[in-house]
């Protein structure tokens, strides 16, 4: 989930794809930027969320292997990545000159050479042998090897990482020997090299590998997903005693070792993506088997189309794919983004009797019909994101299904009653959106009654309230998404979870009007190997501890959330620190709780989220605990509504020696926090003003965010000029008229030195309405880059100084009418003093 607006100030991003896709990019580079998955499909959002993310950030973004050539797209994606800091680079790799030309200046092309003789033997010998002893008579060999690859380095990496497998002299001289370097063609050659490679894995790696080419070149597969598809389409089975998951991670980890696949860098999962060239190989290997509609015409689907993948979203597509009727049809696939997807289209493919796999996201599909029932082959059914209310009773009838993902269908009202007929699957998933966890993505939200309808929201009471009886006898069940737990006739008790052997994430939410809290004592998690839990109570104050002492997990959890809960004080696991291994807690709407456990005891927690717990007036000791917080990166205070104290502790060496980022948000009482040694970024949100008396002590600082400080009217003496590290300071919000207050004051010379630090690099200034001129003393801000002024109503003129500020280069106003007349290109009265600005966006 979204882990707030900045992060480190320097971040190494990498986005691969061949093709250029302008809103997938801009999603790709958000996600990196915020460590959390997007979920906003309008442009315009992610285009707003991405430059707030960026703002403050110097970071170095890839973009590896780029073919499109409009410069349109190039040119929209630049503009939007131009508000990083200084130092800020794009690289971009590419095989074309004409896209090169586009995307860069000429004197930042660069022509990448073949690698040396010493540099390509290196390479291949670092594949061959890794960090075993290099046998000198194979080496011998190898050196002959690496010089016919043509300094190729996917040549190099592939055929090094096949001769890896064994040390049979006579093996690597038949490689040498091969009549693939009789080639004349380079290219030719190199595809051959790879057919080597190829040719020298595993049936089962073939087959999957093969799949690949089901997926368009620019295409990110999901590591998870794809080894359920192959499972699915019975390429990977279990193994003695590996089930079928490990032995695909397997297969998956030995096709990256020999780089048929490359890592994509993810936050949440892994993602893969393969070389062109190597997709250039699945396709020749895979011949008529693989369908897309990106990469392949209609005419080509016959009779030995074995799996298909539909991602044009208009529906004359669908048509002409079921007109050619595949009979035989193994693993269909549709990304439409919400395009809806008729019932008859749905029950035309619904007639492919060999069907395995089926998956349908985001295909705006409101009805199942019943003869999804017929489908006796099927393994693999994803329906997740459309408006699915009700299930058939008939779905039960899969008697081969292993995977059913119904995630995020947020109207779906219940699942069918003999689901515990379903002894094959192996996982369950029916999720709703978490409107918690979406808040910080609105972070272009512009006042706090939009919040306000934002948590409404997240209160409201969406789909499945309940799971059917029998859920114990799915006991092939792995992992489970989420359980519903609800007091309803026929709905499953949760004690039914103790004999699931589950793993992985969980989520657990009661109903609104449950009150069986009947567990007997047992705990019923405890031998349950989860990485992740979310428990979602109803608010009952009587019975939450009860039943939270009875969900008591394993250690091996490092993800605890807690949300809605309702008893004043926690059960003995969680207030003596049992879960050792926890790296990250969050605590959410625990209206009535009067102490925080002592989270400073967990050696390796990194993040810790606190929100909505109004029984908290101070934190100290109790808190922090002996251990101080030793790992802590990242803390959000946000609505503790009736904390006052934030107070150091005594015994404690230092406090927080990690912490890097930290979130105030809605603490209006707070007046004071710790020393804190190492934090980079600081945002105050709807907090009072005496807060940030204690601001200059925080010399390590390199980003301040004010927000919605109403009761301040100027910042407290020496309270930005100790923040010598400090390069971004942004003000946001009606409450401060205190900007325009400097330029009238006789105390203009006490705060001449604030903010005006010899290091700021970037001053945000927004919804100061009453503000109407800015203070001369800008012009003392010799390191400033960026200046951007949104929603200003009565600024009415810049300062004269400002055109002499010799490291100005971004200047950006929004929602400011009478700036926007003066600054009017050419005409405007101001204009002359930023016309030298190399960018200059005024809307």
Same mark, same amino acid.
């Given at each position: 989930?979204?882990?707030?607006?900045?992060?480190?100030?320097?971040?190494?991003?990498?986005?691969?794809?061949?093709?250029?896709?302008?809103?997938?990019?801009? $999603?790709?580079?958000?996600?990196?930027?915020?460590?959390?998955?997007?979920?906003?499909?309008?442009?315009?959002?992610?285009?707003?969320?991405?430059?707030?993310?960026?703002?403050?950030?110097?970071?170095?973004?890839?973009?590896?292997?780029?073919?499109?050539?409009?410069?349109?797209?190039?040119?929209?994606?630049?503009?939007?990545?131009?508000?990083?800091?200084?130092?800020?680079?794009?690289?971009?790799?590419?095989?074309?000159?004409?896209?090169?030309?586009?995307?860069?200046?000429?004197?930042?092309?660069?022509?990448?050479?073949?690698?040396?003789?010493?540099?390509?033997?290196?390479?291949?010998?670092?594949? #061959?042998?890794?960090?075993?002893?290099?046998?000198?008579?194979?080496?011998?060999?190898?050196?002959?090897?690496? &010089?016919?690859?043509?300094?190729?380095?996917? #040549?190099?990496?592939?055929?090094?990482?096949?001769?890896?497998?064994?040390?049979?002299?006579?093996?690597?001289?038949?490689?040498?020997?091969?009549?693939?370097?009789?080639? !004349?063609?380079?290219?030719?050659?190199?595809?051959?090299?790879? &057919?080597?490679?190829?040719?020298?894995?595993?049936?089962?790696?073939?087959?999957?590998?093969?799949?690949?080419?089901?997926?368009? $070149?620019?295409? %990110?597969? #999901?590591?998870?997903?794809?080894?359920?598809?192959?499972?699915?389409?019975?390429?990977?089975?279990?193994?003695?005693?590996?089930?079928?998951?490990?032995?695909?991670?397997?297969?998956?980890?030995?096709?990256?070792?020999?780089?048929?696949?490359?890592?994509?860098?993810?936050?949440?999962? %892994?993602?893969?993506?393969?070389?062109?060239?190597?997709?250039?190989?699945?396709?020749?290997?895979?011949?008529?088997?693989?369908?897309?509609?990106?990469?392949?015409?209609?005419?080509?689907?016959?009779?030995?189309?074995?799996?298909?993948?539909?991602?044009?979203?208009?529906?004359?597509?669908?048509?002409?794919?079921?007109?050619?009727?595949?009979?035989?049809?193994?693993?269909?696939?549709?990304?439409?983004?919400?395009?809806?997807?008729?019932?008859?289209?749905?029950?035309?493919?619904?007639?492919? &009797?060999?069907?395995?796999?089926?998956?349908?996201?985001?295909?705006? %599909?409101?009805?199942?019909?019943?003869?999804?029932?017929?489908?006796?082959?099927?393994?693999?059914?994803?329906?997740?994101?459309?408006?699915?209310?009700?299930?058939?009773?008939?779905?039960?009838?899969?008697?081969?299904?292993?995977?059913?993902?119904?995630?995020?269908?947020?109207?779906?009202?219940?699942?069918?009653?003999?689901?515990?007929?379903?002894?094959?699957?192996?996982?369950?998933?029916?999720?709703?959106?978490?409107?918690?966890?979406?808040?910080?993505?609105?972070?272009?939200?512009?006042?706090?009654?939009?919040?306000?309808?934002?948590?409404?929201?997240?209160?409201?009471?969406?789909?499945?309230?309940?799971?059917?009886?029998?859920?114990?006898?799915?006991?092939?069940?792995?992992?489970? !998404?989420?359980?519903?737990?609800?007091?309803?006739? !026929?709905?499953?008790?949760?004690?039914?979870?103790?004999?699931?052997?589950?793993?992985?994430?969980?989520?657990?939410?009661?109903?609104?009007?449950?009150?069986?809290?009947?567990?007997?004592?047992?705990?019923?998690?405890?031998?349950?190997?989860?990485?992740?839990?979310?428990?979602?109570?109803?608010?009952?104050?009587?019975?939450?501890?009860?039943?939270?002492?009875?969900?008591?997990?394993?250690?091996?959890?490092?993800?605890?959330?807690?949300?809605?809960?309702?008893?004043?004080?926690?059960?003995?696991?969680?207030?003596?620190?049992?879960?050792?291994?926890?790296?990250?807690?969050?605590?959410?709407?625990?209206? !009535?709780?009067?102490?925080?456990?002592?989270?400073?005891?967990?050696?390796?927690?990194?993040?810790?989220?606190?929100?909505?717990?109004?029984?908290?007036?101070?934190?100290?000791?109790?808190?922090?605990?002996?251990?101080?917080?030793?790992?802590?990166?990242?803390?959000?205070?946000?609505?503790?509504?009736?904390?006052?104290?934030?107070?150091?502790?005594?015994?404690?060496?230092?406090?927080?020696p990690k912490l890097q980022s930290l979130k105030i948000f809605a603490c209006p009482r707070l007046k004071s926090m710790p020393r804190l040694p190492t934090i980079q970024y600081l945002d105050i949100f709807w907090c009072s003003g005496s807060l940030l008396s204690c601001v200059g002590r925080l010399t390590s600082l390199s980003?301040?965010?004010?927000?919605?400080?109403?009761?301040?009217?100027?910042?407290?003496?020496?309270?930005?000029?100790?923040?010598?590290?400090?390069?971004?300071?942004?003000?946001?919000?009606?409450?401060?008229?205190?900007?325009?207050?400097?330029? &009238?004051?006789?105390?203009?010379?006490?705060?001449?030195?604030?903010?005006?630090?010899?290091?700021?690099?970037?001053?945000?200034?927004?919804?100061?309405?009453?503000?109407?001129?800015?203070?001369?003393?800008?012009?003392?801000?010799?390191?400033?880059?960026?200046?951007?002024?949104?929603?200003?109503?009565?600024?009415?003129?810049?300062?004269?100084?400002?055109?002499?500020?010799?490291?100005?280069?971004?200047?950006?106003?929004?929602?400011?009418?009478?700036?926007?007349?003066?600054?009017?290109?050419?005409?405007?009265?101001?204009?002359?003093?930023?016309?030298?600005?190399?960018?200059?966006?005024?809307?």
């Amino acid at each position: 989930m979204m882990q707030g607006y900045h992060f480190e100030s320097s971040r190494l991003w990498t986005v691969v794809g061949a093709e250029f896709d302008l809103a997938k990019i801009m $999603k790709s580079v958000l996600e990196l930027a915020t460590s959390a998955s997007v979920n906003i499909s309008q442009i315009d959002l992610v285009r707003q969320n991405l430059e707030k993310a960026l703002s403050g950030k110097k970071f170095l973004l890839v973009l590896d292997d780029v073919w499109n050539k409009d410069p349109f797209e190039w040119g929209k994606l630049k503009a939007a990545l131009t508000c990083g800091t200084r130092g800020s680079k794009i690289l971009v790799t590419t095989r074309s000159q004409q896209v090169s030309s586009i995307m860069g200046s000429s004197n930042t092309i660069h022509q990448i050479q073949q690698l040396s003789g010493d540099d390509y033997l290196y390479l291949f010998q670092q594949f #061959a042998f890794g960090d075993q002893a290099v046998d000198q008579n194979l080496m011998e060999i190898g050196e002959k090897i690496a &010089k016919k690859c043509g300094g190729v380095p996917l #040549a190099a990496i592939s055929l090094g990482s096949m001769l890896r497998i064994t040390r049979d002299e006579t093996y690597w001289s038949s490689v040498l020997n091969s009549e693939i370097w009789q080639l !004349g063609n380079e290219e030719d050659q190199v595809l051959a090299v790879l &057919k080597l490679s190829y040719d020298t894995l595993p049936l089962r790696s073939k087959k999957c590998f093969a799949f690949a080419s089901l997926f368009s $070149k620019n295409d %990110i597969m #999901a590591k998870d997903e794809l080894i359920k598809l192959w499972i699915a389409n019975g390429f990977v089975r279990s193994e003695g005693n590996f089930n079928a998951e490990t032995a695909g991670n397997r297969v998956f980890d030995d096709l990256v070792l020999r780089s048929f696949f490359l890592l994509v860098p993810s936050q949440d999962v %892994i993602r893969c993506t393969i070389h062109d060239l190597m997709h250039d190989l699945a396709r020749s290997v895979s011949a008529d088997v693989y369908w897309n509609s990106e990469q392949d015409s209609v005419e080509n689907i016959g009779k030995r189309t074995y799996h298909l993948k539909i991602s044009l979203s208009e529906e004359s597509s669908m048509t002409h794919v079921l007109g050619k009727k595949p009979l035989y049809l193994r693993t269909f696939m549709s990304r439409r983004v919400y395009s809806p997807l008729r019932t008859n289209m749905f029950e035309g493919f619904l007639e492919l &009797k060999f069907l395995r796999s089926i998956d349908l996201p985001c295909n705006g %599909i409101i009805e199942v019909p019943t003869s999804i029932g017929n489908l006796i082959h099927l393994r693999y059914l994803n329906l997740s994101r459309n408006g699915i209310k009700v299930l058939p009773d008939s779905i039960t009838l899969l008697p081969n299904l292993q995977y059913l993902d119904l995630s995020f269908n947020e109207e779906l009202q219940e699942l069918p009653e003999e689901l515990g007929n379903m002894q094959s699957l192996r996982e369950l998933d029916c999720r709703h959106l978490d409107f918690q966890e979406l808040l910080p993505l609105f972070s272009h939200i512009q006042n706090i009654q939009d919040l306000d309808l934002l948590r409404a929201l997240s209160h409201f009471n969406f789909g499945l309230t309940h799971m059917p009886c029998g859920l114990s006898r799915l006991t092939n069940l792995q992992s489970l !998404g989420a359980f519903y737990a609800g007091d309803r006739t !026929g709905a499953c008790s949760i004690i039914e979870l103790e004999d699931l052997k589950l793993h992985g994430e969980m989520n657990i939410i009661f109903s609104k009007d449950f009150t069986n809290y009947s567990c007997g004592g047992r705990k019923i998690l405890k031998n349950k190997d989860l990485n992740e839990l979310r428990l979602e109570f109803n608010g009952s104050e009587r019975y939450d501890k009860e039943m939270l002492d009875d969900l008591c997990p394993n250690k091996s959890l490092k993800k605890l959330s807690i949300c809605n809960y309702g008893s004043r004080q926690f059960p003995a696991w969680l207030m003596e620190s049992q879960l050792s291994n926890l790296v990250e807690v969050s605590l959410k709407n625990c209206r !009535g709780c009067e102490h925080i456990p002592p989270f400073g005891n967990l050696q390796f927690l990194k993040k810790l989220d606190l929100r909505s717990i109004n029984g908290i007036t101070h934190m100290g000791v109790e808190f922090h605990g002996h251990g101080g917080f030793p790992s802590l990166q990242e803390l959000i205070l946000n609505e503790l509504y009736n904390l006052e104290e934030w107070l150091e502790s005594h015994g404690v060496d230092e406090l927080f020696p990690k912490l890097q980022s930290l979130k105030i948000f809605a603490c209006p009482r707070l007046k004071s926090m710790p020393r804190l040694p190492t934090i980079q970024y600081l945002d105050i949100f709807w907090c009072s003003g005496s807060l940030l008396s204690c601001v200059g002590r925080l010399t390590s600082l390199s980003l301040l965010r004010l927000v919605e400080m109403d009761d301040m009217t100027s910042l407290p003496n020496g309270c930005i000029r100790n923040l010598t590290s400090l390069t971004t300071f942004e003000i946001q919000g009606s409450g401060m008229p205190w900007f325009s207050s400097f330029s &009238k004051s006789q105390r203009l010379s006490e705060y001449k030195a604030e903010p005006t630090s010899n290091v700021l690099e970037e001053l945000y200034i927004d919804e100061i309405f009453k503000l109407t001129t800015l203070p001369d003393w800008l012009r003392h801000l010799e390191s400033l880059r960026v200046l951007s002024i949104h929603n200003c109503s009565e600024l009415g003129l810049l300062p004269r100084g400002l055109k002499n500020l010799p490291m100005l280069e971004t200047f950006r106003v929004s929602n400011c009418p009478q700036l926007k007349r003066r600054c009017e290109r050419e005409i405007g009265e101001d204009w002359p003093i930023i016309s030298h600005l190399p960018f200059i966006d005024i809307s």
